[in-house]
């Protein structure tokens, strides 16, 4: 096959032509004949005045440079889409297939023999991830890192997960709205992605032990020298990747995978998580089980002491040992025999890193932080496809417990109801939430973190079991039940629950059940005469139309039914 410029020619007709034009236009940036013979090392780069994580990616991208021509090899970044999580409406979700593709077509049209990708802020890292697995080119991940924390009156602070503990003080009365004010100058005060066991960080953790990236480098801070030198290393690897590397289905396997899931049992990782691991792995066409989530589950113990599942913050988990002193804690539970980005196996991996681990911060195998994995799945009458507790991040109390519903049932409903004075709500009710999921309109946000309605949370309630087809951020806390499959808008039972109805959670037994007779059900079925397609809600045009129209269930990784590998 062709290499560098030479690869994909633009089609005239005439190939001796095409390859005539294109390396005139070439010469016109300035590049000599030397550096125009050299592979190609395409950069995916997504900067945005919209993405407060990415700020630091000129830097970044001056590293990976610096790492290709030290190489041997000619780096040529090209823009992609880019994701800023808190900028994004409805949803940053909605947009990452739509990353996704622009990734994987711009790998494919353009002339390039390996790619990095730089990627960070939530869904950037999984959407680059599944369009260099289906573009099918060698491809090395490299993360922004996340942000130093700040401080506020002497407390350390982190991006989200205090900023939610606030923001709930603040509802409750407990802060003023000039102590609030002054905190939100102080929660995010650095480049980079959420200092705690986010959905950022979370991701950069799984394409670490997927091996698409340096090992050692999930977790070096945004701002750390360290962060430059991987980029560096990331942009030498690459050039060798041109010409002998692995292309992502080597590394896409289901041993891989089956470790991936350990991995993000053991750091108390995002529930969005499992929705990107799906995504990617159906882009090399295997499957994510939540019923094997289960079972690896009960024998992964819970090794991060880390926000929001714990106390510690992730520049603490980096200078614990990060990512690689969790990998040898599980070795005995790991498959050794997979390979990362540079071709050795996580065995030899293993054998020659550092064995320094800080056990405050990563627990010792034999002694966890709690005994079983970070999130579970539950099934039942309400969620016959699954649904998802990070129930290391929530109040064990609330675990085994029937109560009856009190409904939103649309993202405006919740809005407009959740502080009234006069709700009918009691601190033991379970809150539902409906019409939030992929199909919903609004794109399945991050709104499954109901918050405490003001009535209760002025009255000291802290926690309450909540229920939807939405999401929740990474970085949230709390008894929350997300990801209920199937989902309201395409018929699921959430849908017909009403406010007054009894639902059962019990987590020791992975049960989600509602207990409403099955002739009522029906019967509500028949009364919602245009329930399956919710049109008042329907795009009629453009990305939102294809949306609506294509994306799977969350069980499914959201991705689009005609990106998934047959």
Request: proline letters at 6%; hydrophobic letters at 40%; a negative charge.
């Amino acid at each position: 096959m062709p290499q560098g410029l030479k690869r994909g020619l633009t089609h005239y007709g005439d190939a001796d032509f095409s390859r005539y034009l294109r390396y005139s236009f070439a010469r016109s940036m300035g590049y000599s004949g030397k550096m125009l013979s050299r592979p190609v090392v395409g950069i995916a780069y997504p900067p945005s005045g919209f993405n407060n994580c990415h700020r630091h990616f000129p830097d970044l991208l001056e590293a990976v440079k610096r790492g290709v021509f030290a190489a041997g090899g000619l780096p040529l970044e090209f823009p992609t889409i880019s994701l800023g999580e808190a900028f994004i409406n409805p949803t940053s979700l909605m947009f990452r297939n739509l990353m996704s593709m622009d990734v994987e077509e711009m790998i494919r049209a353009q002339p390039m023999d390996s790619v990095v990708l730089i990627g960070g802020c939530d869904k950037t890292l999984p959407a680059q991830l599944m369009g260099a697995a289906s573009a099918g080119l060698p491809a090395i991940q490299l993360a922004a890192g996340p942000m130093m924390t700040g401080s506020h009156e002497g407390e350390q602070l982190g991006a989200c997960t205090d900023c939610r503990r606030f923001w709930a003080q603040f509802r409750a009365g407990e802060k003023s709205e000039a102590e609030i004010n002054r905190i939100e100058s102080r929660l995010a005060t650095t480049a980079g992605t959420c200092p705690v066991m986010g959905t950022a960080s979370t991701m950069a953790c799984i394409v670490e032990t997927l091996g698409f990236m340096i090992p050692g480098t999930a977790a070096i801070p945004a701002v750390h020298a360290d962060r430059l030198r991987a980029s560096e290393a990331t942009g030498e690897l690459a050039v060798r990747l041109a010409s002998d590397g692995l292309t992502p289905d080597q590394l896409l396997t289901d041993e891989s995978i089956e470790n991936t899931l350990r991995v993000l049992l053991a750091i108390g990782g995002s529930t969005n998580a499992i929705i990107h691991l799906t995504a990617i792995a159906g882009r090399a066409g295997k499957e994510v089980s939540l019923k094997t989530l289960n079972q690896l589950s009960d024998t992964t113990p819970l090794l991060v002491n880390l926000k929001p599942s714990g106390i510690h913050y992730m520049e603490h988990f980096f200078a614990a040992g990060g990512l690689g002193a969790v990998l040898r804690e599980l070795k005995p539970l790991l498959h050794l025999n997979c390979l990362d980005i540079s071709g050795q196996t996580l065995g030899e991996r293993l054998e020659r890193e550092d064995a320094y681990v800080d056990h405050q911060v990563i627990r010792p195998f034999t002694e966890p932080v709690e005994p079983n994995g970070g999130l579970v799945a539950l099934f039942g009458s309400l969620a016959p496809q699954g649904a998802i507790l990070k129930r290391s991040a929530a109040d064990s109390s609330l675990f085994e417990k029937k109560s009856r519903a009190f409904v939103f049932n649309s993202l405006e409903d919740l809005s407009s109801r959740i502080d009234d004075p006069e709700l009918d709500v009691r601190p033991d009710d379970f809150l539902v939430l409906q019409n939030a999921g992929p199909r919903s309109g609004t794109g399945m946000p991050e709104s499954g973190y109901l918050p405490i309605p003001v009535k209760l949370s002025r009255a000291g309630v802290k926690d309450m079991v909540r229920i939807s087809d939405a999401r929740m951020s990474g970085t949230a806390f709390g008894t929350i039940i997300l990801h209920v499959t199937p989902e309201a808008a395409v018929g699921g039972p959430l849908g017909l629950v009403r406010t007054g109805d009894m639902i059962e959670l019990s987590v020791s037994e992975r049960r989600l059940d509602l207990h409403v007779p099955e002739n009522e059900l029906q019967k509500r079925r028949n009364e919602i005469k245009d329930f399956p397609e919710l049109k008042e809600k329907n795009s009629e045009r453009g990305y939102a139309w294809l949306y609506q129209n294509h994306v799977l269930q969350a069980n499914q990784g959201c991705d689009f039914d005609f990106l998934k590998a047959k």
